[in-house]
């Protein structure tokens, strides 16, 4: 059997089906991540939270996929994919019911239980489905797979980000200025009924999930494994621990890098904006422009993998591209730096979709495993971030000290914050030339 395909046959007709189906789980964490950005500053009005405290939403969803990981692969293990993907969205439906005693209590540890639970089913989610997308046809054509996946997910997280965001923070400027001068009985009146404005959508989002759990159980999705890993002339097989796996111990670390980038490029674009002195009406909207930077790239990875280029091409191509655009950022100034923030959108684009079929290859049955140490990585998105952060702070109180005033320093050290760009590209350029090739031998 070839290393390089599953274990049973699929045509291109075959794999239709199974292909917009793992599209439509893949829109649908789109969806419910995107959402948090509408959840932060609902729950910091309803809860009466610090900054800090309300980004615990986000915190809660990153955790979950650290704390979860692994046990979401000893699930797998035991059930297949198909039954793996069903409980993770009973899993996700169960937080979102969770919100309604939340809601009812305005009591924030609840709201962030249902998020954390709800981290959890889609930590299983993407535990599975994204090795099955890999393995379901063959290794060569998968990062095109995970593509059309990427324009699922990204659509979906712009249209959860508005819905949410009309649902829940239409009017909440209003209502900010009425708490400064209503009485406390007039107060907890107004913040229990904007809290109750939470339930009919999770009441829908689970009725949705519980749904689509029971229809993947009947859904014409194959069972597919991983092909076994290569023997030996004398038919013993030469890879017995996860630790003999150089190359994905790499992967793990590129997947790590990337999602710390992807994270850079869209959550602090606007406020890079508003450093500089563009207006925050024309600032709210440069998250969109990264957005569609990556659906655009998404498309072209779709069309262009494997028949014109490689998907260790298009990784080596991001990478590069990548390094270019952070000196880019950090050599210009104004809209045009901000443009460039938003390219990193098609510097990112096809690293992920890169990283999986390169990291799985060879692996057979340690696949569900080392899927679970991918999905760990996104965890960079929690720590890359806050690193530019810090970044910023200290360069503003250095620049400051040598007598710059407030909105300069402030403009130039965000600007130079995004040299911590750098070192994440040149490690994903390493894994696209050579780490992915560690421990493969010379095929």
């Known amino acids: 059997m070839n290393s390089n395909s599953i274990s049973i046959p699929q045509t291109k007709n075959s794999t239709l089906v199974p292909i917009l189906i793992i599209a439509a789980l893949f829109f649908i964490f789109g969806f419910v991540t995107w959402i948090n950005g509408a959840l932060i500053p609902f729950m910091k009005t309803i809860n009466e939270l610090t900054s800090a405290q309300s980004l615990l939403v986000a915190s809660a969803s990153y955790i979950s996929f650290v704390v979860m990981a692994l046990p979401a692969s000893y699930i797998l293990s035991k059930v297949g ?6 409980l993770g969205l009973f899993v996700m439906g169960v937080g979102a019911l969770v919100f309604i005693p939340a809601a009812e209590a305005r009591t924030y540890w609840m709201f962030l239980t249902g998020i954390f639970i709800q981290g959890a089913g889609m930590t299983l989610l993407q535990t599975a489905s994204n090795p099955y997308i890999t393995i379901l046809g063959p290794i060569d054509s998968a990062a095109k797979r995970i593509a059309i996946m990427g324009i699922a997910n990204k659509i979906a997280g712009a249209l959860g980000s508005l819905i949410f965001g009309a649902l829940l923070l239409s009017g909440i400027d209003e209502i900010k200025e009425k708490l400064n001068v209503v009485s406390a009985a007039e107060k907890a009146e107004l913040l229990n009924t904007m809290a109750d404005s939470v339930v009919m959508p999770y009441v829908v989002m689970a009725a949705v999930l519980f749904i689509l759990g029971l229809l993947i159980r009947k859904a014409p999705l194959p069972d597919v494994e991983a092909a076994p890993i290569k023997e030996s002339a004398d038919g013993t097989t030469t890879k017995t621990s996860i630790f003999q796996f150089p190359h994905l111990w790499l992967g793990v670390l590129t997947l790590f890098m990337y999602v ?6 869209g959550d602090t674009i606007i406020a890079y904006g508003i450093s500089l002195g563009i207006p925050v009406a024309d600032a709210k909207f440069f998250t969109t422009f990264t957005l569609m930077a990556m ?7 779709a069309l262009l993998i494997p ?6 091409f298009a990784l080596k191509a991001s990478a590069v591209l990548g390094i ?15 443009l460039f923030v938003a390219a990193l959108g098609v510097s990112n684009a096809l690293v992920w979709p890169a990283v999986w079929p390169l990291t799985l290859k060879g692996l057979g049955k340690f696949t569900k495993t080392a899927s679970a140490l991918l999905i760990m990585a996104i965890s ?13 702070d200290a360069q503003k109180v250095e620049l400051m000290a040598q007598g710059m005033n407030d909105a300069m320093a402030t403009a130039a050290a965000s600007t ?24 493969l031998g010379k095929k």
Do not use: D, R
């Open 307 to 312: 028949k014109y280029i490689s998907q260790t």
């Open 260 to 265: 710390g980038v992807e994270v850079i490029a």
């Open 324 to 338: 270019i655009l952070s000196f880019c950022i950090v050599f210009t100034s104004g809209f045009t730096s901000v």
């Open 295 to 301: 659906v655009a790239t998404y498309a072209m990875g």
């Open 380 to 392: 960079g998105g929690a720590i890359i971030p806050p690193l530019y952060g810090n970044l910023v």
């Open 81 to 86: 994919y198909k039954k793996g993907m069903s």
């Open 416 to 439: 130079k914050g995004y040299w911590i760009l750098l070192p994440c590209y040149i490690i994903i350029l390493y894994y696209a030339v050579a780490g992915h090739k560690l421990g």
